[in-house]
């Protein structure tokens, strides 16, 4: 099993910027993506971002351009880095990764993390 922490939510004004980070642990695994999935309130949860292993990005298309995802694999850790925050961009921010196990290439399996609030005022 795989386990995520993440960290970095908070309370920030319109324009301000939050980093978020999570961080995956567990043993003989090997991480496929990393991504980062928000849920606003009485929204459905939604995908912000994601990097491949290969290095491939995806965005929403409301954050392009405010939000930057970058992962270290050394680590085992992905950030969020989200610049001009606006008030819609307030949610639960839940970090989510594909991985495999290091013994079977098959099947890809998913964990979450607990999720981190993020508020951003108006």
């Known amino acids: 099993q795989v386990q995520l922490v993440e960290s970095g939510g908070g309370l920030v004004q319109a324009g301000g910027s939050l980093r978020l980070s999570c961080a995956a642990s567990?043993?003989?695994?090997?991480?496929?993506?990393m991504g980062w999935y928000r849920q606003g309130p009485g929204k459905q949860r939604e995908l912000v971002a994601v990097?491949?292993?290969?290095?491939?990005?995806n965005y929403a298309d409301s954050v392009k351009g405010r939000f930057t995802i970058s992962r270290d694999n050394a680590k085992n850790t992905v950030y969020l880095q989200m610049n001009d925050l606006k008030p819609e961009d307030t949610a639960v921010y839940y970090c989510?990764?594909?991985?495999?196990?290091?013994?079977?290439?098959?099947?890809?399996?998913?964990?979450w993390g607990q999720g981190t609030q993020v508020t951003v005022s108006s």
């Open positions: 567990g043993s003989s695994f090997s991480i496929r993506a």
């Open positions: 990097i491949t292993s290969g290095g491939n990005i």
């Open positions: 989510n990764v594909d991985w495999t196990s290091d013994y079977e290439p098959d099947p890809v399996f998913g964990s």
